[in-house]
């Protein structure tokens, strides 16, 4: 079965630099969500969009955009690196329609801020 | 302040033995509960989840019971595996609002069994 799929699966930028990580969710899912997972934490919830319109905002930092595109991809744009933010991030699908918002994670972009 | 609180935050069992995780969670708005497994380096699977109209859901091994009243849901892996070594999170979300589908996560419990 067709996962969510994450690009780059690894990125290492320096500080100062800025980084475009992308999402392509599964077949007819057309809700996407971001989160941010740091070293032995839970992940936490950055943003979500369904049909391309942004439906909720976490702790996100404003140096932080993302957006939804017409083929339901996403791309999380991060800009002004800073250390603090080298984390694994991982977006999630889900079809909308289902009453159990079943949410399916991708294998994650692993950033290294150095 | 964590909406949804986990425990132990590890666990160690012995092959065939029974693992219990244990969360709970403050916000009564929510209403969807679902369990997720993570390998390192690995995104999080969804394991098994429930909804607070009924009390236990059994999938396999896996099994989550849940307690409305007291605000607590654990998950139970019977005759537990090596290969069940991994992370666990519990999460919580609601459906409708404007925080639609948006997980809070527990903290997680590394488990470990051993052969």
């Known amino acids: 079965a067709a996962g969510v799929i994450q690009s780059p699966r690894h990125l290492i930028k320096e500080k100062r630099e800025t980084a475009t990580l992308k999402c392509y969710p599964i077949?007819?899912?057309?809700?996407v969500y971001w989160y941010q997972q740091g070293p032995g934490q839970d992940p936490q919830f950055l943003i979500s969009?369904?049909?391309?319109?942004?439906?909720d905002k976490g702790s996100i930092p404003d140096r932080f955009s993302a957006q939804q595109f017409s083929d339901y991809h996403s791309e999380l744009n991060m800009s002004s690196l800073e250390l603090g933010d080298s984390a694994l991030y991982f977006c999630?699908?889900?079809?909308?329609?289902?009453?159990?918002?079943?949410?399916?994670f991708g294998p994650g972009t692993r950033l290294t801020v150095l | 302040q964590q909406q949804v609180k986990q425990s132990p935050q590890s666990l160690i069992v012995q092959k065939g033995g029974i693992s219990i995780i244990n969360c709970a969670y403050e916000?009564?708005?929510?209403?969807?509960f679902p369990w997720y497994q993570q390998f390192p380096g690995k995104g999080p699977a969804l394991l098994i989840a429930?909804?607070?109209?009924?009390s236990e859901k059994k999938e396999g091994r896996f099994t989550i019971s849940f307690n409305k009243s007291a605000k607590q849901f654990s998950l139970h892996i019977m005759d537990s595996q090596p290969g069940d070594s991994a992370t666990y999170f519990c999460a919580a979300t609601r459906a409708g609002g404007t925080s639609y589908g948006k997980l809070t996560f527990g903290q997680g419990t590394i488990l470990t069994v051993h052969p």
């Open positions: 429930i909804r607070p109209d009924v």
């Open positions: 969009f369904y049909e391309k319109m942004q439906s």
């Open positions: 916000n009564t708005a929510f209403d969807y």
């Open positions: 999630a699908s889900s079809p909308r329609g289902r009453a159990n918002n079943e949410q399916f």
């Open positions: 077949p007819r899912h057309d809700t």
